[in-house]
Nanobody, 121 residues
Framework: QVQLVESGGGLVQAGGSLRLSCAGS????????MGWYRQAPGKQREVVAT???????SYTDSVKGRFGISRDDAKNTVYLQMNSLKPEDTAVYYC???????????????WGQGTQVTVSS
């Protein structure tokens, strides 16, 4: 089994910054990809950013140029640096790992518990 623990959410004024972290523990051999999703009230969960095991990144259009995703494989951790935050970024943010376990070849999907990000205007 794999557990993901998120940290770093909170309340910030528009234009401010936050850094989210998500650390994985358990039977992990490879994580590909890691990612961040978010869900605002009344809306569907949407992908924010992903990063492959090779370091390739992708972002949803609304955060390009403002958010940066990175990973530390030695710590099984993914980060999301969020700058120039806007009220429309307010949501619960979830990390996502697609994990190959130490023993076995099948990948499984895991989610963090979610962390609230609130941006005030």
């Amino acid at each position: 089994q794999v557990q993901l623990v998120e940290s770093g959410g909170g309340l910030v004024q528009a234009g401010g910054s936050l850094r989210l972290s998500c650390a994985g523990s358990g039977s992990i051999f490879r994580i590909d990809p890691m990612g961040w999703y978010r869900q605002a009230p009344g809306k569907q969960r949407e992908v924010v950013a992903t990063i492959s095991s090779g370091g390739s990144t992708s972002y949803t259009d609304s955060v390009k140029g403002r958010f940066g995703i990175s990973r530390d494989d030695a710590k099984n951790t993914v980060y999301l640096q969020m700058n120039s935050l806007k009220p429309e970024d307010t949501a619960v943010y979830y990390c996502y790992f697609r994990v190959q376990p130490r023993y076995g070849s099948r990948y499984d999907n895991y989610w963090g518990q979610g962390t609230q990000v609130t941006v005030s205007s």
